[in-house]
Each structure stands twice: as structure tokens, then as C-alpha cells.
């Protein structure tokens, strides 16, 4: 199946439209989020999103996978491992 760059750019731009930070509250567990870099355009969205789980969740681990777009694991797998493995070190 092949998307439109116009269908995918409308599909991540509604999931940042949900009202996800209704439930942020309730995360009571250490959190790792990964995101991608890009595409840029969705810089402002990106830092929205990112800004109101960090306002709501006390224990947010926020990393940006650089050069990946929104399959950060496809993308850049090494990048996105080292990343979890070492989080998972910490918070062990």
C-alpha cells in the first residue's frame, strides 16, 4: 500500500489532535518516548505533543531519533536501540 505524502502528513497531524493529554494523568510509570525528526514541517506538532506529556507525566524520558521519520525502529534501528537500552539501564 503506498500513501500520499498528503494523506500521511493528515494522518500524524490528527493523532496529535486526540485527546491524549486527558489520560497523561494517570501515567504513574517512567516513560521513554522516541520521535522522529522527520519530516520537519511537523516540528510545531511535535513540540506540543511533547510539551504536554512532559506538563503531566513526572518520570518522561523525550528523545529525538535523528534523521528517522515515523518508523524510528526502520529508520535508524541501531540509534533507536542503543536509546532503549540504555534508558532501560537507568531505570533498572
Not at 525528526?37 to 528523545?63: C, F, M, T, Y
Not at 518508523?71 to 532501560?88: F, G, R, S
Request: aromatic share 10%; hydrophobic share 45%; proline share 7%.
Amino acid at each position: 500500500m503506498v500513501a500520499s505524502k498528503f494523506t500521511v502528513l493528515a494522518i500524524i497531524k490528527a493523532f496529535f489532535k486526540e485527546p491524549f493529554p486527558e489520560v497523561y494523568p494517570f501515567i504513574k510509570v517512567p516513560t521513554l518516548l522516541l520521535y522522529a525528526e522527520l519530516p520537519k514541517s511537523l516540528d510545531a506538532a511535535r513540540a506540543k505533543g511533547i510539551g504536554q506529556l512532559r506538563s503531566h507525566v513526572e518520570d518522561v524520558s523525550v528523545n529525538a531519533i535523528e534523521g528517522s521519520s515515523h518508523m524510528v525502529q526502520w529508520d535508524e534501528p541501531e540509534q533507536t536501540a542503543a536509546i532503549i537500552i540504555k534508558w532501560l539501564n537507568e531505570k533498572s
